[in-house]
């Protein structure tokens, strides 16, 4: 049998490419690819530079202390991540620059300059103080994505308590768990929140949790839908209450660069989330200068991030990165398809948005929609597209580059996670080029490498395996939670002293990066090893497919056999004759150790609630199992139906 070194089969091939736009490239703040190798000559030279952009109370006196896994950044700076939000833009003609446009579902809106935000967070920090949080203490906060969710964080910032966000769309037991782990003293949430036109019953949830939540000693609730059937309980309060008394002055507290800022739970491979810390300094470091370069933001710019405050995106941004930045942010509450399939290109015409920051699934979904939706609106003001969450495939790349970005908008995929903090692989829009799917190259100052199982790095051109940063980076995790263990065996154990991000990938001939999802997800049939993303990008590609989800099913002979579960655009309707269709399309663009033993088509696929296709569940259909934990789905509805119908065409 051949022996390969090689972790993955990387077999998809994509030979586009896209050169920066010459005026683009004109006007950006990052025009010299020099600056990669400047960094990479003196990392801690270049994110001191970064670091002398924000504003610090006590200047650091060592850039970097790195005791593996333990990093600490900018050693003892002192600054304040609200001061350098807000506090700082008061001092110039920015006082009253919109710092975020809001928008309800319903339609409200909400404008904030930054002198309004320094405003509603000082008053919201002081009625923090007065419910007995101090500095070092857990804030949850739980709620929906109104401009109270911002102005709560960073009053916690403000004052030196840390926030821990469970995103609004959790249920009352995960709301719980998070709340137990961090220990948090006061609970912020909201009457309800809109989706759809419907009330999420936040509050319901809440008081559900706090059954079981002994450490919460008071809850602070906003008024947002006026469900009159919400009332207060003992220690509970309404926001505009506490607010109305509220002092406005609230000095920001000096914070030392390593004191905690946030905790930020996700999933990891087993059932209990990690709850990832970041710290003050250089986080604030990582974001802003990632925000200011990659976006290329300059202070004409409206930047539009879809994604919600609950999610690691959101925190960096929507909040911190971007206004840091003193930028104009657009935050939105509802969902992309309410009341129409064309709410998002209605925002972007409406505010004249000139940066989109969205994620693939909602890309393919919008591709699935047609293009009437985005064409009875204007998107000329946008300049430039943003992508993250999952690896883009090329076809998505392709659309969202013509269709919504008129050719003229270069794409930055942006490779990231909650653990990162900040965005590690990406292009740089002003000297990147192109190639759809691929996220191009490590930012200035990072280094990340592909590495074999062994640990040995694959040379550039020569195959995929693990992807690991192999230098610490200001924005890190720097732990987790109350569980400094689990953050030494999760990420640093595979390969000492090496981050495992748990990711594949390959680097081409060129040095480019190209993602190929998560290791787990990474199937092995007869031996090799494919990529569930590489087939999932290939039935893609085939124009009747919307979406597809790839698994590994077990089967006698090969070990895995490749199983398909497949959503059609508008137009195409299943048949076996499909199906044998996509089959050959996937060994034509992959080879046939790729072909889908069986393609099943189905009018959804199960999703988390950020968008992530849960492909364990499909496994479980797939091999006739008991359903695992389905508490984190998005819509519970789609997966009895899915089983259901699975089932049956198999019989
Ligand atoms: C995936 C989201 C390919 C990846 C910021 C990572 C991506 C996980 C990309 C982290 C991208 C994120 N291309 N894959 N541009 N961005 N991912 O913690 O698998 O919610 O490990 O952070 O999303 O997800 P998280």
Known sequence: MEKSTQTIAALLQEERTFPPPKAFQQQAWVNDPKIYEQAAKNPEAFWAKAAEELDWFKRWEKVLEWNPPWAKWFIGGKLNASYNCIDRHLKTWRRNKAAIIWEGEPGDERVLTYQDLHREVSKFANVLKKLGVKKGDRVAIYMPMIPELPIALLACARIGAVHSVVFGGFSAEALRDRINDAQAKLLITADGGWRRGQVVPLKKNADEALKQTPSIQNTVVVRRVGDPSVTLGQNQYWWHELMRDAPLECPPEPMDSEDMLFILYTSGTTGKPKGVVHTTGGYLVGVTLTHKWIFDIKDEDVFFCTA?????????????????????????????????????????????????????????????????????????SLRLL????????????????????????????????????????????????????????????????????????????????????????????????????????????????????????????????????????????????????????????????????????????????????????????????????????????????????????????????????????????????????????????????LKSQYESSES
């Not at 971007?322 to 709410?343: I, Q, S």
């Not at 972007?348 to 699934?361: D, G």
């Open 308 to 380: 919600d405050i609950g999610w690691v995106t959101g925190h960096s941004y929507i909040v911190y990165g971007p206004l840091a930045n003193g930028t104009t942010v657009v935050m939105f509450e509802g969902v992309p398809d309410y009341p129409d399939k064309d709410r998002f290109w209605a925002i972007v015409e409406k505010y004249r948005a000139t940066i989109l920051y969205t994620a693939p699934t909602a890309i393919r979904t919008f591709m699935r929609w047609g293009e009437e939706y985005p064409k009875r609106h204007d998107l000329s």
């Open 386 to 641: 943003g992508s993250v969450g999952e690896p883009i495939n090329p076809e998505a790349w392709i659309w969202y580059y013509k269709v919504i970005g008129g050719e003229r908008c270069p794409i930055v995929d942006t490779w990231w996670q909650t653990e990162t903090g900040h965005i590690l692989i990406t292009p740089l829009p002003g000297i990147s080029t192109l190639k759809p799917a691929s996220a191009n190259k490590p930012f200035p100052g990072i280094e990340a490498k592909v590495v074999d199982e062994a640990g040995n790095p694959i040379s550039p051109g020569a195959g995929a395996g693990y992807l690991v940063i192999t230098k610490p980076w200001p924005g890190m995790l720097r732990t987790l939670y109350n569980d400094p263990e689990r953050y030494k065996q999760a990420y640093w154990s595979k390969f000492p002293g090496v981050y495992l991000t748990g990711d594949g990938c390959k680097i081409d001939k060129d040095g480019d990066f190209w993602l190929l999802g998560r290791i787990d997800d990474v199937l092995n049939v007869s031996g090799h090893r494919i990529s569930t993303m590489e087939v999932e990008s290939a039935l893609v590609d085939h124009q009747a497919v919307a979406e597809a989800a790839v698994i590994g099913k077990s089967h006698d002979v090969k070990g895995q056999a490749v199983s398909a579960f497949v959503t059609l655009r508008a137009g195409y309707k299943p048949s076996s004759e499909l199906a044998d269709e996509l089959k050959k399309h996937v060994a034509k663009k992959i080879g046939a150790i790729a072909r889908p033993d069986d393609i099943f088509f189905t009018a959804e696929l199960p999703k988390t609630r950020s968008g992530k296709i849960m492909r364990r569940l499909l496994r479980d259909i797939a091999e006739g199992r008991a359903l695992g934990d389905t508490t984190t789905l998005a819509d519970p509805t789609v997966i009895a139906q």
